[in-house]
């Protein structure tokens, strides 16, 4: 599951420097993630996973780093964590 | 920054009035002569109305949005001006308190901003990021424990008679543009070069002249809050909920220069029934959806503030959004069927029925943040807002 979340980083966060640098708990948003790029990464996580982002998760902190991400996926859709 | 007056020992409703009665005598003068409006805010300052919102442990009354929002209302109805310095000054308190409580240096600030009464403003438009607060070229230039800032601040608003101002930045030379802190700077750590000249439609008292700002002071003046999230969690939802509480208390005035003049005319004609008072029903309900629009948004800001983690949701983000476009949208309606109701007497800029300033200053409503980039925004986030109502579709 983290790779794919760290995939989907890389093809939609926009991050300035790639996602090359990243670690699973840099901060995304200090490392340059704008809202329009948080906006397409939820969506593609939601397609990817098969799942739906309920309204209390969807604020910053969900998506502020690639484990914050990992965790919210594994709460939604907990079968993807053996993927 | 005069000397402090004594607390009178009046109750807020009071200290309040005294504030709304100096700044409207002397509002006509402030628009005339596009000022600073020093009679108001000095009025403010003598009722303790500048620190209100500081914890009482710092030597504040602990006021929340809920009671500010119908002091800008108040005051929004005597001088706009005076009304949008206190609302902005109110927002940098806010970024203070909510960030600073942990820093000895902020919390310092914040006990002086009630002893002392300071007045804060903010500079965050850059020249060159196309008026998006959230990104900034400026950097903070670190140097042990001191750093550097230089801005080209296309507006500081009354940036020549505030006490502090708080200006955003990138966190460091090489951070993305979006990467910023909001530093706090003293009066006697900043030079301001004068760049352009405030002569505006309206709001003309709020003197937002352009500047160039140099700075220097120690790095524990940088709230340890990343902007972005001060921004997304307090700051644009505060901004609004109090913009929109000014631009309400414009609507209210003109509403009641329309009522009387549809009174005056009723007495005029007594057993016709003006015809003018139909139109004053409409303005009178487009004017109820502001204050409706207004009350929810602080429900659903107290709600925020409630939960444990304070994190604004898009649903929350969203209702914001609307809220400041829906407010500065019908506020302009309303007092333009005031217009119509007064005609010629509203035009006129004489007499106790002149619309002009009223009308002036809430045509910058809608461009206080363009309402057209905030839509951009919340278009976006429609895209993954999960209400009942979506999910349904």
């Keep these: 599951m983290m790779e794919k979340i760290r995939e989907l980083i890389d093809l939609h966060a926009g991050l300035p420097g790639g996602a090359s640098e990243i670690t699973d708990d840099t901060d995304l948003y200090r490392a340059g993630m704008k809202s329009f790029a948080s906006v397409q990464l939820m969506l593609a996580l939601e397609e990817a996973f098969d799942i739906e982002f309920p309204e209390e998760m969807l604020n910053r902190a969900t998506f502020r780093s690639a484990s914050a991400i990992g965790q919210a996926v594994g709460t939604l859709a907990p079968d993807s964590m053996a993927a | ?393």
């Design chain 2, 1 to 393: 920054m005069k000397p402090l007056g004594e607390v009178t020992g009046a109750s807020l409703p009071e200290r309040v009035q005294a504030a709304v009665d100096a700044a409207a005598q002397h509002a006509e003068a402030v628009d005339r002569e596009g000022r600073f409006p020093i009679e108001g805010i000095e009025a403010l300052r003598d009722g303790r109305l500048l620190g209100l919102a500081v914890p009482a442990e710092l030597g504040g009354e602990g006021a929340g949005l809920a009671d500010l929002a119908p002091i800008c209302t108040a005051l929004g109805g005597a001088c706009a001006s005076t009304a949008m310095v206190f609302a902005m000054h109110h927002i940098c308190l806010a970024n203070l308190i909510d960030c600073g409580l942990e820093s000895p240096w902020h919390r310092e600030l914040m006990h002086r901003a009630a002893t002392d009464q300071l007045l804060f403003a903010s500079s965050t438009t850059e020249a060159g990021v196309g008026g998006d607060l959230r990104q900034s070229i400026c950097a903070v230039e670190a140097e042990g424990e001191r750093f550097n800032l230089a801005k080209a601040a296309p507006v500081i608003s009354y940036g020549e008679e505030t006490d502090a101002i708080f200006a955003t930045a990138r966190r460091d030379p090489d951070a993305p543009s979006s990467d910023q802190v909001l530093c706090v700077l003293l009066s006697d750590q900043y030079e301001l070069e004068r760049v352009s000249t405030w002569d505006a439609l309206g709001m003309r008292g709020t003197c937002s002249h352009g500047f160039r700002f140099k700075a220097s002071a120690p790095t524990e003046q940088i709230l340890p809050r990343p902007f972005a999230d001060i921004a997304a969690e307090s700051m644009i939802a505060g901004s609004h909920i109090l913009w929109s509480s000014v631009w309400c208390g414009i609507a209210a005035d003109a509403m009641a220069k329309a009522q009387a003049f549809v009174i005056a005319e009723a007495r005029k004609s007594p057993g016709t029934p003006p015809v003018s008072a139909t139109k004053l029903a409409e303005a009178y309900a487009r004017y109820r959806t502001i204050e409706a629009t207004i009350a929810d948004a602080l429900g659903r800001w107290a709600a925020m503030r409630a939960a444990p983690e304070r994190a604004a949701t898009v649903g929350f983000s969203l209702a914001m959004n609307a809220l400041k476009v829906s407010v500065s949208t019908i506020a302009l309606q309303v007092v333009e069927d005031c217009l119509m109701i007064c005609g010629l007497q509203g035009y006129k800029n004489t007499g106790p029925y002149g619309l002009g300033r009223h009308l002036r200053d809430i045509h910058s409503a809608r461009l206080m943040i363009s309402n057209d980039r905030i839509m951009a925004g919340a278009g976006q986030m429609m895209l993954i807002q999960r209400s009942p109502a979506a999910r349904r579709a």
